[in-house]
């Protein structure tokens, strides 16, 4: 009955090196999503994956950004040559099948871009 | 594209009300209300979908309306617990896209 789980909480990285986010959604959720939140501001949409569908990368700020999610579950954010406005808190969110359904959130990456 | 909430930000007593408003350019088919408490994840409160259906937790009401493109959550009565930023996520169609407005911080005082 776990919530949605993301790894590491904290992350402090030094520019110019690559990073990965992990995202395990709640089991059975068919739809996840990435989203970044930059201090005091609003949700910004990265990526989305339903299903076995091609996932919806129209979010995503720089080819430098990449995310993948294996079988169906798990989900990985790569961010690679780390810039200094990389930095933010970085929420994975979970649904299920039916599109009336509420997003369930994970508690968040914060990265540190020294 | 990115909905507009109003106010930015309001402080009330404990007890008063207050009234969030998410308003778009756009039509929508959709709009989610949520509340961030700091350092956590944001948490569901609300769906209002186009042709009147809601899904939400009891005590929080909401409206929407969809000719005037806007949808407003009514907190009535507040507890201190109310305290956090709302954000509106709206969804111009049937898809699963949301586009989030930039939150309303709402301080509750005792």
């Known amino acids: 009955g776990a919530g949605v789980s993301q790894s590491p909480s904290n992350k402090v990285t030094e520019k110019g090196k690559d990073v990965e986010l992990r995202c395990d959604p709640i089991?059975?959720?068919?739809?996840l999503y990435w989203y970044r939140q930059s201090l005091g501001q609003g949700l910004e949409f990265l990526i989305y994956?339903?299903?076995?569908?091609?996932?919806?990368k129209s979010g995503l700020p720089s080819d430098r950004f990449s995310a993948e999610r294996t079988g169906g579950s798990v989900s990985t954010l790569t961010i690679q040559r780390t810039q200094q406005e990389d930095s933010a808190v970085y929420l994975c969110?979970?649904?299920?099948?039916?599109?009336?359904?509420?997003?369930?959130f994970g508690p968040g990456t914060r990265l540190t871009v020294l | 594209q990115q909905p507009v909430q109003s106010p930015q930000a309001v402080i009330l007593r404990e007890g008063e009300d207050a009234v969030i408003n998410c308003s778009s350019s756009k039509a929508l088919y959709s709009v989610h209300w949520y509340r961030q408490k700091h350092g956590e994840a944001p948490v569901f409160l609300m769906i209002?979908?186009?042709g009147g259906e809601q899904k939400g937790h009891e005590k929080i009401s909401a409206s929407f309306n969809e000719k005037k493109q806007q949808s407003s959550l009514y907190l009535t009565a507040s507890q201190l617990s109310y305290s956090g930023t709302y954000f509106c996520g709206t969804g111009p169609d049937s898809n699963y896209q949301l586009i989030w407005g930039a939150g309303t911080k709402l301080i509750i005082k005792p």
């Open positions: 089991s059975g959720h068919t739809a």
């Open positions: 209002l979908l186009k």
């Open positions: 994956f339903q299903g076995n569908s091609a996932p919806d």
């Open positions: 969110a979970s649904r299920s099948g039916s599109s009336y359904n509420e997003q369930f």
